[in-house]
């Protein structure tokens, strides 16, 4: 687009073009299920800069908010220098998550936490290394990493032979400097759930998970029934004010136990999930059944189980507010 209109002037620059859309791979037969599948939803972004020094600015400003959205999913990550490959550029990094279904090849420090391609760091080092080379500890594991952005510094390898290009102080053309970043929107979420999740149980991270907390009340024709209903419909509301009603799933399904909707919440894999059954009617020190997403289970009266609810909203909100400076500290030497 830029190539094709006339140049734009330096008092335009930096500029920031990104979208985000399907895209179609095209493979005979997909593999590894959503992680890569023939039609996948991918966020893409070009920046244009004056400069060397401006594009670099940039990459460190976008490359910091790329950082910030994997802080906010609370999914372990790690960042490594990348080979620029058939993208060309000067300056590349990839994200990854750690897993057995990866397609690349990392270096990881049991020490530090560092990480590197396996490839750079051979073609780097010209051999295969046999020490960190973050704090020099032999403590180096080969593990597989599933990417899930990629940050190119490309320069001016696109712009200058497509010319695409600015006026530059002195009115005169001048090749436009380019960087590219992409995020795999649903490689994202399939890579989350294959690190988090167990064989029998998925796990979203807090702020991809479909629901905040999933209801279930007590079996149609049950003694508790008419007692545990009322109980069960003050938690409607007061759940669906603290984290949003449409946060909260009832499984109003009661011609089913409720052993057999517990083990499917545990399949769908909600982050709580509060169940109104006999302890909840029981007369002395009455009790709601909590499940929690990491399979723990807890027996709490109302107001704690309200209490978690409102902490586990409070815990979503700090994340987008970009509070997550617990987490920095508990992974920050993977960051």
């Given at each position: 687009?830029?190539?094709?209109?006339?140049?734009?002037?330096?008092?335009?620059?930096?500029?920031?073009?990104?979208?985000?859309?399907?895209?179609?791979?095209?493979?005979?037969?997909?593999?590894?299920?959503?992680?890569?599948?023939?039609?996948?939803?991918?966020k893409d972004?070009?920046?244009?800069?004056?400069?060397?020094?401006?594009?670099?600015?940039?990459?460190?400003?976008?490359?910091?908010?790329?950082?910030?959205?994997?802080?906010?999913?609370?999914?372990?990550?790690?960042?490594?220098?990348?080979?620029t490959?058939?993208?060309?550029?000067?300056?590349?990094?990839?994200?990854?998550?750690?897993?057995?279904?990866?397609?690349?090849?990392?270096?990881?420090?049991?020490?530090?936490?560092f990480?590197g391609?396996?490839?750079?760091?051979?073609?780097?080092?010209?051999?295969?290394?046999?020490?960190?080379?973050?704090?020099?500890?032999?403590?180096?594991?080969?593990?597989?990493g599933?990417?899930?952005?990629?940050?190119?510094?490309?320069?001016?390898?696109?712009?200058?032979?497509?010319?695409?290009?600015?006026?530059?102080?002195?009115?005169?053309?001048?090749?436009?400097?380019?960087g590219?970043?992409?995020?795999g929107?649903?490689?994202?979420?399939?890579?989350?759930?294959?690190?988090?999740?167990?064989?029998?149980?998925?796990?979203?991270?807090?702020?991809?998970?479909?629901?905040?907390?999933?209801?279930?009340?007590?079996?149609?024709?049950?003694?508790?029934?008419?007692?545990?209903?009322?109980?069960?419909?003050?938690?409607?509301?007061?759940?669906?004010?603290?984290?949003?009603h449409?946060?909260?799933?009832?499984?109003?399904?009661?011609?089913?136990?409720?052993?057999?909707?517990?083990?499917?919440?545990?399949?769908?894999?909600?982050?709580?999930?509060?169940?109104?059954?006999?302890?909840?009617?029981?007369?002395?020190?009455?009790?709601?059944?909590?499940?929690?997403?990491?399979?723990?289970?807890?027996?709490?009266?109302?107001n704690?189980?309200?209490?978690?609810?409102?902490?586990?909203?409070?815990?979503?909100?700090?994340?987008?507010?970009?509070?997550?400076?617990?987490?920095?500290?508990?992974?920050?030497?993977?960051?």
């Open positions: 687009m830029l190539a094709t209109t006339s140049p734009i002037s330096y008092r335009q620059l930096p500029l920031r073009l990104y979208q985000i859309g399907p895209k179609f791979r095209d493979e005979l037969k997909s593999r590894f299920g959503l992680m890569r599948a023939k039609e996948f939803l991918m972004m070009y920046t244009f800069d004056v400069s060397e020094e401006t594009a670099t600015r940039t990459y460190a400003t976008v490359s910091a908010a790329y950082d910030r959205l994997f802080q906010q999913l609370e999914v372990p990550f790690v960042k490594v220098n990348a080979a490959g058939m993208m060309g550029g000067s300056l590349s990094h990839e994200y990854h998550y750690i897993s057995p279904v990866g397609e690349d090849t990392l270096l990881q420090c049991s020490s530090c936490g990480a391609n396996s490839e750079v760091l051979e073609t780097s080092l010209q051999e295969s290394p046999t020490s960190c080379p973050s704090c020099k500890s032999t403590s180096l594991s080969t593990v597989r599933v990417e899930v952005a990629h940050t190119f510094l490309l320069g001016d390898k696109y712009s200058k032979p497509l010319g695409a290009t600015f006026l530059n102080t002195s009115g005169k053309p001048q090749s436009l400097v380019m590219c970043y992409g995020i929107i649903t490689r994202i979420i399939a890579a989350a759930l294959e690190v988090l999740s167990t064989d029998q149980e998925l796990r979203w991270p807090k702020l991809l998970a479909p629901y905040d907390v999933c209801l279930i009340g007590p079996k149609q024709g049950s003694k508790e029934q008419q007692p545990a209903e009322a109980i069960e419909n003050e938690l409607l509301g007061n759940i669906g004010e603290l984290c949003g449409q946060e909260l799933l009832h499984d109003d399904r009661k011609e089913l136990t409720i052993g057999k909707r517990l083990l499917e919440a545990k399949r769908l894999g909600h982050p709580l999930t509060v169940v109104v059954g006999a302890k909840a009617v029981q007369p002395e020190a009455p009790k709601l059944e909590v499940h929690l997403s990491d399979g723990d289970s807890l027996e709490l009266d109302i704690e189980a309200l209490k978690l609810v409102a902490e586990h909203s409070q815990h979503k909100r700090d994340l987008l507010l970009g509070r997550f400076e617990q987490y920095k500290e508990k992974v920050g030497h993977q960051l």
